[in-house]
């Protein structure tokens, strides 16, 4: 039984072995959740105004740059930051409203005072994409790596795009989505649009470099998926079990997704 107390309170994971610096943090609600990793996010950020973040997209995120937005007009400053975001479709150009590129303009990077040229998310029109995925991971590399990786989770136990199958060494590549992802993603498209079955994606070696990873599962939908990733067995079949051999990962959670713990 992974350790619960209370509510709203974070804890060292002792049932993780052989990991130094585990922890899960409970809320009651998904508001809840997301304010703790926004002032995750944001603690960073005042301890290193240039602090390299990386950064998600989902629903489940939303909150959180809801939250950090609030922050910034209180007075958190982003303008130092860098930021590298975990995915994009494949054939979306970066115009496209449901792209990921116009979806954090729209949800957070407009709204604070982030430098757009210090923004990267992977061109998912690029027309050598091994070059592309290539280039994304020399950039991370030339910013001295991530300071902080933010993650959901996928209903598949997938991070980012690396889907059921992913590989603990995979780097920045295109991937073909499944088909369980596609269908939890198609409540963000309009049935007339043609929705991507393929993406490029941070690999899991790529995010696992991460100095620091926080992941962030609220609702019913993700309790199978987070009990998978933080208890079962370290696997292809849930990408996201690889985190249990991070040295510095937070799992967040609201009791309706940590309900199987
Ligand atoms: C998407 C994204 C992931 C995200 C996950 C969950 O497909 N590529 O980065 O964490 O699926 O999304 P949501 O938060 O909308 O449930």
Same mark, same amino acid.
Request: hydrophobic share 40%; with cysteine.
């Given at each position: ?6 509510? %709203? ?8 072995? /052989?990991? &130094? ?8 609600? !998904? ?8 002032? $995750?996010?944001?603690?960073? +950020? ?5 602090? +390299? ?8 995120? &939303? #909150? ?23 995915? &994009? ?21 407009? *709204? ?7 923004? *990267? @998310?992977?061109? %998912?029109? !690029? ?32 991070? %980012? ?6 590989? +603990? /060494?995979? $780097? ?23 929705? #991507? ?13 991460? $100095? ?11 309790? $199978? ?8 067995? +370290? ?21 309706? !997704? !940590?309900? @199987?713990?």
């Amino acid at each position: 039984m992974f350790p619960i107390n209370e509510w %709203g309170t974070s804890m060292s994971a002792a049932a993780f072995e /052989n990991v &130094e610096n585990e922890e899960l943090a409970l809320h009651r609600t !998904a508001n809840d959740a997301a304010t703790d990793l926004a002032n $995750r996010i944001a603690n960073i +950020v005042r301890d290193k105004p240039d602090a +390299v973040l990386g950064l998600a997209t989902g629903g489940t995120m &939303e #909150p959180v740059y809801e939250a950090l937005i609030a922050m910034n007009r209180d007075g958190l400053s982003f303008a130092g930051v860098r930021s590298f975001n975990l995915d &994009e479709y494949l054939g979306l150009d970066p115009t496209h409203p449901m792209s990921y590129r116009a979806t954090m303009h729209r949800i957070f990077f407009d *709204h604070v005072d982030i430098l757009p040229e210090n923004t *990267h @998310l992977p061109n %998912g029109t !690029a027309t050598d994409l091994t070059a592309e995925s290539a280039a994304y991971e020399n950039a991370i590399r030339q910013t001295g790596g991530i300071d902080l990786q933010i993650l959901g989770i996928g209903r598949n136990g997938h991070i %980012g795009f690396n889907e059921p199958g992913s590989t +603990v /060494n995979s $780097r920045t590549r295109v991937v073909t989505l499944a088909p369980d992802t596609i269908s939890a993603n198609s409540r963000f498209f309009n049935r007339t649009e043609e929705q #991507p079955v393929q993406a490029i994606t941070m690999g899991l070696g790529t995010i696992l470099e991460a $100095r620091q990873i926080a992941i962030l599962a609220t609702g019913k939908s993700k309790a $199978r998926a987070l009990d998978n990733a933080m208890r079962g067995p +370290v696997t292809p079949d849930c990408p996201a079990s690889f985190l249990q051999d991070h040295k510095s990962v937070s799992w967040i959670a609201d009791n309706e !997704a !940590a309900d @199987l713990l």
